[in-house]
């Protein structure tokens, strides 16, 4: 019989190494808003939205003063985040723009709506809200059927009015 994890299973925090917790916190708690939940002086702090323990840990216990790791080698591509509404992401993507924060790209993958960025080391960080399961793209079989289109900017920061 093939094994299925339970549907209630959920990824709980990420745990990156970065080359310096000041400039990771200028970027995830400053920027991004997550609040500081512990932290273990220069070598760790933990993360999150809403007072959960963490759902980022940051640590440099092997990357203190680290290059950031190659682009083109495995390791992770990039944490997504996950916005409750539309609104939500309308706003950051305003906060963003107004911090002239660089980003990576934008897309519409029919399912979710999505900014990309990096953070100060280079690890990428998806920034986005899932559209009502009734409104996913399904070919005729029912199958699910993800796209990578055009985002409609606008419309989208028009929420944060």
Excluded: C
Excluded at 38 to 57: D, E, L, P, T, W
Excluded at 58 to 73: C, E, I, V
Excluded at 96 to 103: K, V, W
Aim: hydrophobic share 40%; aromatic share 10%; glycine share 8%.
């Amino acid at each position: 019989m093939e094994y299925k994890v339970p549907s209630q299973t959920r990824i709980g925090h990420v745990h990156l190494k970065v080359s310096d917790l000041d400039k990771s916190l200028a970027f995830y708690r400053d920027l991004l808003g997550f609040e500081v939940m512990q932290r273990y002086g220069s070598q760790a702090v933990f993360i999150s939205a809403g007072g959960y323990h963490h759902h980022i840990g940051l640590n440099t216990w092997y990357s203190r003063n680290a290059p950031p790791a190659p682009q083109k080698a495995p390791g992770l591509f990039h944490t997504a985040i996950l916005y409750p509404t539309r609104k939500d992401l309308a706003i950051i993507l305003k906060r963003l723009i107004g911090a002239q924060y660089p980003l990576t790209g934008m897309s519409d993958h029919g399912v979710s709506e999505a900014i990309y960025l990096d953070d100060p080391d280079g690890n990428g960080v998806e920034l986005y809200w899932d559209k009502p399961k009734e409104l996913w793209p399904l070919d005729a079989a029912g199958e699910l059927q993800m796209v990578t289109e055009h985002l409609d900017v606008q419309g989208l920061l028009a929420e944060a009015e």
